[in-house]
């Protein structure tokens, strides 16, 4: 019986062949765009879970209550302590990541390459976690000082096929040292935060000369016997080491760690709320536009149901042939779907700069989504045609009367309404996002990003600063240089603690050591100007704007003595506000120091030169010129520059992603909802065929038939652009509240947005339209 059932499916696939590639087409990149979502979302929500016990391991944080500031101080070695006065604590290990570091082969040390995630951790790193060690011994990798283990790319990278166990690599973080390499470990999955290209021992931390005796940040996991002792433990721990009110003590489990961060900020949260619906709304346009038009087509089908009913089939058994057929078209439409989602998800992994291993796709809990996917569209999609098409009654049916049914049409009407109104709500949410990314990139930010190269510079330039920045001024189209200690983007600003002048409490302020030409160079501007900078006074802060607020400050504080616990400095100026961070948040209060323009300044942490490059200059030539000059002065790192604005602009990569992958659902909603008009509108027509054909032959022109076949569907489009405005309205309104410096939702959008639609779905039913009435009526009125 099946078997009929899908040749008789397979037979009305073949010959409906436009609605047949509507239906599978549209309903396959519905399912594509779903398929996506779901491997995107299951990836970001099992960060971490591959761990044996996940569900005991937890990050501890020492969190630090400053005003409004919050801050969260960690340190590497903080276990060992918790382990002896916890008795409910089981293992612990620290984990210190070092970002960027330069690798070379003793072999050959004239080849470096700059290296990121380079991390140094306890002899137990592999029993702790469930990261799987290739070769080398598990308990002895990571016991000596200066042994380390590879990734598996490292391992390529540096000795291609050789196996490196026993061999010798240099690693330089701020001073240089030769490591034995202990194994090779496989690539950190893609959904770990914990990532590391190297893993050192945590013993060589002690031996490194930049750390000594100093206190090492880092984060320290507890692994403890039972989940549910966290809250005990960290009151505990609290009572033991945190006398100041100010200084809580917190665990969080290491599966929340990516998406709820440490003060509930996670990473990609935002997506997981936005990219879900969407893809909801686009696989539910692609669910109507089968539903309608399967139930559209019931004309072509009723007198074969009218006959079977009288020959004496049951309702049931024609519910379950359509029922059949549908999860036909269904399957197929999956299969195409897969298809596509193979070739879109490189783009779309790009866009979100995310890496999901190819392994991940068969992983029991995703390959469970999809089953739940196929399944619930094969029921979705083909339980409403197998119910409507399965009552129609034989004595109707055979008349001919069952396309008169005015259910079927509301139905259809109410289908075409949503999809529109969808697609509407996406084209004016799409601009809006768009608008609010021009606004950032041309407000007005204080301070000049034009043509200013950032060149960063290490402490291995040591004493090498002056001659590098006097050769650099020197050369043909620089305009002026400047130093300071961090690129002025860099969120990761260095802190101040200073006292406020009412309260006493100590607040956090962003802090910048600059020379005395940064100023002038980024064309910042003065609220109160000072007299000279004085090189000779260390203590003297110039603050902004905003830094007044914050301390309570006199509004001309030139010359007040600020600071906290026996540090104190002299304001020696006032800058106007000006972002130093993304226009998304708020300006936060500053403070600068200008040091003397020597390499004693700078050659202790490294610094970032600033080169304002003059108009008409041949910009690859004069990069080419300043590498060469600091090839000369250290050779030892691998040359690096940015450009201001390029900076700025890599603010906004949140929002960027949002809006590229936005665009494409909003052109995949508008291509569904025109696909659904596009079949309707030929069903339609090819239904009144007869009438137009009557029309025609008593002179009606080719106008004013499209004209009358239009309006019945320009109605139910405007009807879309009505009850999708006010919906798209309140949902941008509320996503532009995030900034705090935003737009209004423009009143435009909402007419290009309802142009968009009404242009394409004219277009759309114009071509049905002529294409009937150029047609011969002599045709279709002689035809039965």
């Known amino acids: 019986m099946i078997k009929n059932y899908l040749k008789i499916a397979w037979r009305n696939l073949v010959k409906q062949r436009l609605y047949s590639v509507i239906t599978i087409s549209g309903l396959a990149v519905g399912l594509a765009v779903c398929i996506t979502i779901l491997l995107y979302v299951a990836h970001e929500r099992s960060y971490d879970s591959f761990h044996k016990n996940a569900d005991r391991i937890f990050t501890s944080h020492n969190i630090t209550q400053m005003g409004e500031n919050r801050m969260d101080f960690q340190l590497y070695n903080a276990g060992e302590d918790i382990k002896k006065t916890q008795p409910k604590v089981d293992d612990y290990i620290g984990v210190h990541n070092h970002k960027k570091v330069i690798v070379s082969l003793p072999s050959s040390p004239a080849a470096k390459f700059e290296e990121d995630n380079l991390i ?272 129609f009654k034989p004595a109707s049916t055979l008349k001919g009367k069952t396309g008169k049914s005015n259910g079927g049409v509301v139905v259809r009407k109410v289908f075409t309404t949503l999809q529109f109104t969808i697609a509407v709500a996406l084209i004016i949410c799409g601009i809006t996002i768009d608008r609010q990314l021009y606004f950032f990139r041309h407000a007005d930010t204080g301070l000049n990003r034009e043509n200013v190269l950032i060149v960063p510079g290490r402490a291995s330039f040591g004493e090498n600063y002056r001659a590098f920045n006097q050769d650099v001024k020197a050369l043909v189209g620089n305009d002026m240089v400047a130093t300071s200690q961090r690129n002025v983007y860099d969120p990761g600003f260095n802190m101040l603690m200073l006292d406020d002048m009412v309260s006493k409490e100590t607040n956090f302020v962003n802090y910048m050591e600059v020379d005395s030409q940064f100023m002038r160079l980024l064309n910042l501007k003065w609220k109160h100007k000072p007299a000279t900078f004085n090189k000779a006074d260390n203590n003297e802060l110039f603050i902004n704007e905003e830094a007044i607020n914050k301390l309570h400050l006199d509004p001309n504080p030139v010359g007040t003595v600020i600071g906290t616990k026996g540090m104190s400095y002299t304001v020696g100026g006032v800058l106007k506000n000006f972002n130093s961070l993304s226009l998304a948040t708020n300006i936060q209060p500053m403070a600068v120091a200008v040091k003397p323009d020597t390499a004693s300044s700078w050659n202790a942490f490294g610094f970032n030169l600033y080169i304002k490059i003059k108009p008409h200059t041949n910009i690859p030539t004069f990069i080419n010129s300043i590498k060469k000059l600091y090839d000369k002065y250290d050779a030892e790192t691998p040359f690096n520059y940015s450009f201001l604005d390029d900076d700025f602009n890599a603010q906004y990569k949140t929002e960027d992603r949002l809006a590229s992958i936005f665009s494409l659902f909003t052109c995949i909603a508008i291509i569904l909802a025109t696909l659904g008009l596009f079949g309707l509108a030929a069903f339609t027509i090819e239904q009144r065929v007869k009438e137009i054909g009557i029309r025609k032959v008593l002179g009606a022109s080719i106008t004013s038939i499209n004209t009358l076949l239009s309006i019945d569907f320009l109605k139910l489009v405007v009807l879309s652009v009505i009850i999708a405005s006010p919906i798209a309205w309140w949902a941008m309104h509320n996503w532009l509240q995030k900034f705090a410096y935003r737009i209004a939702v423009p009143w435009w959008v909402f007419i290009m947005a309802a142009a968009i639609a009404v242009i394409t779905s004219l277009l759309t039913v114009s071509y049905n339209a002529v294409r009937a009435a150029l047609a011969n009526p002599v045709k279709s009125l002689r035809s039965e």
């Open 120 to 391: 140094f951790t306890g002899d137990n790193f592999f029993s702790f976690f469930s990261f799987r060690l290739l070769s080398g011994n598990a308990a002895t990798a990571l016991k000596d000082p200066f042994s380390v283990v590879l990734s598996k790319d490292m391992a390529k990278k540096y000795f291609g096929q050789d196996n490196p166990v026993g061999k010798t690599i240099a690693i330089r973080t701020n001073s240089s040292h030769t490591y034995h390499v202990t194994g090779v470990a496989e690539n950190n999955p893609s959904n770990s935060s914990i990532s590391f290209n190297f893993i050192a021992s945590g013993s060589t931390l002690l031996k490194l000369e930049e750390y000594g005796n100093y206190r090492i940040n880092g984060t320290t996991y507890l692994r403890l016997k039972h989940a549910a002792d966290s809250s005990t433990v960290a009151r505990s721990v609290q009572s033991t080491y945190k006398k100041d009110e100010k200084a809580k003590f917190a665990l969080a489990p290491l599966i929340d760690t990516h998406l709820k961060g440490v003060f509930g900020a996670g990473a990609t949260g935002g997506f997981l709320k936005i990219f879900p619906l969407v893809a909801a709304l686009i696989l539910l346009l692609a669910l109507v536009n089968y539903m309608s038009l399967a139930t559209a087509k019931a004309t072509l089908r009723a007198k074969e149901v009218g006959v079977r009913k009288v020959a004496g089939a049951s309702r049931k058994t024609i519910a379950i042939q359509f029922f059949v057929e549908s999860a036909l078209f269904t399957l197929l439409s999956f299969a195409l779907a897969y298809v596509l989602f193979y070739l879109f998800k490189p783009w779309f992994l790009n866009v979100l700069q995310l890496k999901i291993d190819d392994s991940f796709l068969f992983n029991p809990k995703v390959l469970t989504l999809l089953l739940i996917l196929l399944v619930g569209t094969i029921i979705t999609a083909g339980s409403y045609p197998a119910l409507v098409l399965s009552a």
